[in-house]
């Protein structure tokens, strides 16, 4: 073996075990391990589970706080107003050093899947993209990053981007992503839609989309998008991101619509930071500005979370790459508040996140890929009421991270 973990504690399973490593795989799991390895690791009873997912960051606005202008009203529209001046001054090293330092943070709190929007517009062009690229390229022995060209400002209304997206998916972006509430007109979000999966089709992409993130309960591509997954056989192959209206849709409706989201094996990440962001413009009492997460997963739909944004024009002041404090939010949010509920919660930093970007050999299990986290707690519950160090992140059955500092593999970074 490559590496031996001793006294790890697994999910649903009483005793503490040992997990035999070898050529990036999980190779043995038994009580106890005979022989040796060229490490060991003592997990010492502590929580030991596949490592996490992050489904939705933008890595190319990270850490871009002090440049924007404050946004006082809190209204969505604002905030990327402020962000569009900001990425006016993008560099691609600029880009890839905020990127890097963030995947760093990702790491060290034990993610090592990550789905990173980067901004495809006539503003930036590709020089997020390049930036971004550059920062996976630097941390390729630390996780497996993948990108979605995203048309933050529209499609329709930024004449331009279509060919732009495109280019990306030719340059290394790996998803489609999609805005369809940036357009003007509810024909042109249907449009903007079609031409996601137009380009889904050309590149053979999945997609990932910013979708109806509104309190406006006239925010409807949901349905569309379903629907449009079914008719172009895309169903499995698609997520939607935030779909705050849905909360804001009447029920009979909402259930109409969770219904084909769910026959269309689209993956949902609800985003809680948009607690910050949802329902400015109620008087009291205000809405969450979260989805409606537990009538989706009562339906079947895969329902992952994430962070979405780290200190920059949207939420200046948090975010820190941990998805135990972002789980933390959500279950206060989504009112979580069972132990299975909390069970649950792991799930989607986890297995969910994983199924969305659809790795067959994620979990741990033997034959399953080595990348693991060590948490410096019991149980789930505790992990998440604590939010305690990471003992240790193995990332392609080398250890990549220990108590949150980066370890660089064999062989260097
Ligand atoms: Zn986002």
């Not at 996490?52 to 924007?68: C, N």
């Not at 060290?108 to 590709?126: A, K, M």
């Not at 449009?191 to 406006?216: G, K, N, P, Y």
């Amino acid at each position: 073996m490559d590496l031996i973990v001793r006294h790890a504690r697994l999910r649903g399973r009483p005793d503490p075990v040992d997990i035999g490593i070898a050529e990036g795989r999980v190779q043995r799991i038994e009580p106890r391990l005979s022989g040796t390895a060229t490490r060991e690791i003592d997990a010492a009873g502590h929580l030991t589970t596949p490592a996490f997912v992050e489904p939705h960051i933008h890595l190319d606005k990270a850490l871009t706080a002090e440049r924007a202008r404050e946004n006082a009203t809190n209204f969505f529209e604002d905030s990327i107003a402020a962000m569009r001046e900001v990425k006016r001054h993008y560099t691609v090293e600029d880009v890839a050093a905020r990127a890097t330092e963030v995947i760093h943070w990702l790491v060290g709190h034990g993610v090592t899947l990550v789905r990173s929007y980067v901004d495809v517009d006539t503003i930036v062009g590709l020089t997020a993209l390049e930036g971004v690229l550059a920062a996976r390229e630097r941390c390729r022995r630390l996780a497996h990053v993948e990108l979605i060209a995203f048309p933050q400002e529209g499609i329709f209304t930024d004449p331009g981007t279509d060919e732009l997206m495109a280019r990306a998916l030719d340059r290394g972006a790996d998803v489609v992503g999609g805005m369809p509430f940036a357009e003007w007109l509810d024909e042109d979000a249907r449009r903007h839609t079609d031409l996601v999966f137009d380009l889904a089709r050309r590149f053979d992409r999945d997609i990932q989309m910013h979708v109806d993130e509104s309190d406006d309960p006239g925010a409807m591509t949901l349905h569309y998008y379903a629907v449009k997954a079914l008719r172009e056989g895309w169903a499995g192959r698609v997520a939607a991101d935030h779909v705050t209206a849905l909360a804001a849709y009447d029920n009979a409706y909402a259930a109409r619509v969770i219904g084909l989201v769910a026959r269309a094996r689209m993956s949902v990440v609800t985003l809680p930071g948009k607690l910050m962001r949802g329902g400015v413009r109620d008087r009291e009492p205000r809405r969450r500005g979260i989805t409606r997460v537990k009538e989706l997963l009562a339906a079947g739909v895969n329902v992952a979370y994430g962070q979405d944004v780290i200190k920059d024009g949207f939420i200046p002041v948090f975010g820190t790459g941990d998805p135990l404090q972002v789980g933390f939010l959500l279950a206060y949010a989504a009112q979580f508040s069972t132990r299975a509920d909390i069970e649950t919660l792991y799930d989607m930093a986890t297995i969910n996140g994983a199924r969305l970007m659809r790795r067959a050999d994620y979990g741990l299990a033997e034959g399953c890929r080595a990348d693991l986290v060590i948490v410096a707690a019991p149980s789930v519950q505790e992990a998440y009421r604590t939010q305690p160090p990471r003992l240790a992140v193995i990332y392609d059955g080398q250890v990549v991270a220990e108590n949150g500092r980066i370890v660089p593999p064999d062989g260097g970074p």
